[in-house]
């Protein structure tokens, strides 16, 4: 019997072990089923969206406020470079893998004269040339990528944020991959704008962007010459509608509040399901979790003689990139592995497509019931393409990891 079938006899899709978007909770996939409701109606505003931004303040650890909004993690780091930035604003951007070279070419188009520091994919930041080039053009924001998805790195966001607060600019940390997974310590960092999306370590659908916002990047709205381009994903536009006067708002308490672009009613219900799941989880618990999940995963790889892309100081416990052996092509490997065993990873991007491969562990597949038939599925597929490892050392060396008390 083919082992696809083994594995998801009941599944149409292959279980994803991608980088986002990821498996869904239950919960969260029931409260997609709630009857339709209506977008500008007194009781979404007051029981389904106001009751999710503050329970993500949690989740972002932050007193600031967190916008949600339809769309996706770019969309996040679209609205906030459009609403921050104005022309001819000075923005260094960290360039350490493809995501953050992404957030360059955001900021290009929102019109910032941009200057990269640039990062060789997988290896760490200099801290001290960071400084003085944050020094040397004196920008209005600093903006950097917490988890590089596509190289499985994360970068050092508090050390940034003190660095960049001593320089009076704001920082702006892209946390797509890691917030709901790893520690994000937003106001303890200096985070003036943090950026994310629904569908990765949070386990909400995708279609959700969201944002938070310090004091610093309202007073950088304000003060703007001009308004945002944007009228939909203005982020100021929420500070005059919908935020309350208590909280710093324009709004007078107790009077209706009026969305700025109208949010999708059943996608809000799925992350407010996937936000309590978060908390009722413990936050810590739930970065302890992805932290064994990772280890036992890199355990795995290290006991089939699979290398890490990135350097060892870096290795990300969302996810995943390391190198495929000498002669296999990586997109193979994902044909085979979805086709014989129903389990979805991904090939590396850009420059490193064609020799490494991503896999995510977050949310509810930070566990040993898929990070275990993942690793199994690595090396029969890998078997079956012509390279030969241990048979089931990577499930033990993982197992082990699980099994530590200290797990």
């Not at 109606?41 to 329970?55: G, I, S, Y």
């Not at 938070?212 to 982020?235: C, I, Q």
């Not at 991503?358 to 038939?373: A, D, E, N």
Request: charged share 20%.
């Amino acid at each position: 019997m083919d082992s696809a079938i083994r594995w998801g006899a009941t599944r149409a899709q292959p279980v994803l072990m991608i980088p986002g978007p990821t498996e869904l909770p239950f919960p969260v996939v029931q409260a997609m089923n709630e009857p339709a409701t209506i977008q500008y109606d007194m009781n979404f505003d007051v029981n389904v969206l106001e009751p999710v931004t503050l329970a993500l303040r949690d989740i972002f650890q932050t007193r600031g406020e967190v916008i949600a909004m339809p769309g996706s993690g770019r969309t996040a780091l679209e609205a906030a470079a459009i609403s921050a930035i104005e022309p001819g604003d000075r923005v260094l951007v960290v360039e350490a893998g493809a995501f953050g070279a992404l957030m360059r070419d955001i900021m290009t188009r929102a019109g910032a004269e941009v200057t990269e520091h640039s990062v060789e994919w997988g290896r760490p930041l200099d801290l001290a040339r960071l400084e003085q080039d944050i020094a040397r053009v004196r920008p209005k924001a600093v903006t950097m990528v917490h988890n590089e998805t596509s190289t499985g790195t994360t970068y050092p966001a508090a050390e940034v944020g003190r660095i960049v607060k001593r320089h009076g600019a704001l920082f702006m940390l892209d946390t797509v991959s890691s917030l709901g997974g790893l520690d994000v310590r937003t106001d303890e960092w200096g985070v003036d704008f943090n950026m994310t999306g629904s569908q990765k370590c949070l386990a909400a659908p995708l279609g959700m962007a969201i944002v938070s916002v310090g004091s610093a990047g309202w007073e950088a709205m304000e003060r703007r010459k001009h308004k945002a381009t944007s009228w939909a994903y203005d982020l100021l536009r929420w500070k005059e509608n919908w935020i309350p006067a208590s909280r710093g708002g324009h709004v007078p308490d107790g009077t209706p509040r009026r969305q700025p672009v109208s949010i999708p009613t059943h996608l809000t219900q799925a992350l407010g399901a996937a936000s309590r799941l978060v908390l009722e989880e413990g936050i810590e618990h739930r970065f302890r979790r992805h932290a064994v999940a990772g280890r036992a995963f890199r355990a795995g790889l290290d006991a089939m003689r699979l290398q890490m892309f990135a350097d060892a100081s870096l290795l990300s416990n969302t996810v995943s990139c390391f190198r495929t052996p000498a002669g296999i092509d990586p997109a193979k490997v994902v044909g085979h592995m979805r086709q014989h065993h129903g389990i979805l990873i991904g090939t590396g991007l850009d420059k490193i497509r064609t020799s490494t491969l991503r896999v995510g562990h977050m949310g509810i597949t930070s566990s040993p019931l898929y990070v275990l038939p993942t690793l199994s599925a690595i090396e029969m597929t890998l078997r079956d393409l012509g390279f030969r490892t241990e048979s089931g050392a990577g499930v033990a060396a993982a197992q082990a990891v699980f099994a530590s008390p200290s797990a």
